[in-house]
């Protein structure tokens, strides 16, 4: 892309009624009507009531020099009018009255693009980058990639280059530059401000091109006035037949090894730890049961004793009455019969006997319906392999707790009094039924119509 384009036509003077850049390519444009830069200022002379021209995309900057200082007017495109006071704000303030007519004004003028965008290429030679775990071992690495950038406040872009002594081959210098040193910084020290690392860094060129346009963004736009569009690492280029390189691969590939075993031991270690865990929780809940199972039994063969310990106690009360019944038919003196006593016994006897007749109805309905009950059916009793041990044995309804509780599996190996050997429990056919899935609920009754 051209810098500069000098507009020195045959007829290009102060005379000229155009004022306007013709060049295809180009960032910064000075319009010239004759001679050569700063020889005289007829170059600079602009025939009041010209016209200006200022494509769309284009900003064009009008510098009046004077003895206070500069004063500069900007007309963004798309622009076509004559050049009065009315449109240049600052050119009213110094022209005054006396530049009335056709009397020449004093302007430099220059065309910036601000549609067009430059592209540069940089590559950063070769440099060590450190793993912070062996910093013993430098890896040699070099950088290439491409950088494009345009202008987007022109303001800002004047104010941070002399547009008369402005050159792109000076800029794009300054720009490597700048570049280079904030990329070398950056990759060298990914492994340690980004984690990335040294043997990874090539698979890691989108992140990186991130985290550097970031901070090239805001360095160019601080130092040269630019916007950067595009930033992009092509390659990193690792010195592979380097002794660092070698070295950290080795060193690296040990140390991984040993992570690798020392996870794997750990990952065992807790595989055993769980399996006893579990194994001992089994065996604490099967122990809780049993003692549940045999306090219940107690309690059951506690309540019958009581029972049969009432019985004893009314039979005994009853003797006690029989006796006393018997005295009272013979009281009164003499032998003689005693007919308060014989109404007192007769009452007495009743009673008793109303008293026996229950408990006889009590005892047999007990013995009838002891000798209606069948006698318990005899339940399978299975011992369980659990980590190498017999555990056990234990019923059916037992064992079906535990698989609900996620203790007892299809592959536990079980055995009870017939079989002839240990087998898995879904082989059982009495067994597989626990591990049967559960009914589905009954579909809802579709209403009717």
Known sequence: MALFGIGNKKGNGGMMNVIRCDEPEYLVWKWRPSGEANTTTRENAIRWGSSLRVKDGEVA???????????QDFIEGPFDETIKTANFPV?????????GGDTPFQAE????????VVQIKFGVPYFDVYDPRFLDFGVPMSVRGTLTFNIVDYKDFIKKHRLINFSLEDLNTQIKDAVVKRVKSIVANAPTDYQIPVLQIERRIADISDIILEKVKADLADDFGIAVKRFDVATIDVDKESDGYTELRRVTAAQQEKTITAQTDISIQNLQDTQRINAQNMEETLRIQREEAQRAQRLQTETNFMGAHALDQQTEVMRTGMQSLGSMTNMGGGGGMNPAGMMTGMMMGGALGGQMAGMMNQMGGTMQQAMNTPPPAPTSQYYVAVNGQQSGPYSVAQLQQYAAAGQFTPQSMVWKQGMAAWDMASNVAELAAIFAPATPPVPPVPPAF
Not at 61 to 67: A, D
Not at 91 to 99: H, K
């Open 61 to 71: 900057v009008f510098v009046y020099k004077q003895k206070d200082g500069s004063m």
């Open 91 to 99: 050119l009213s303030s110094i022209i005054g009255l006396a530049y």
């Open 109 to 116: 003028v220059y065309f910036i693009n601000l549609a067009g």
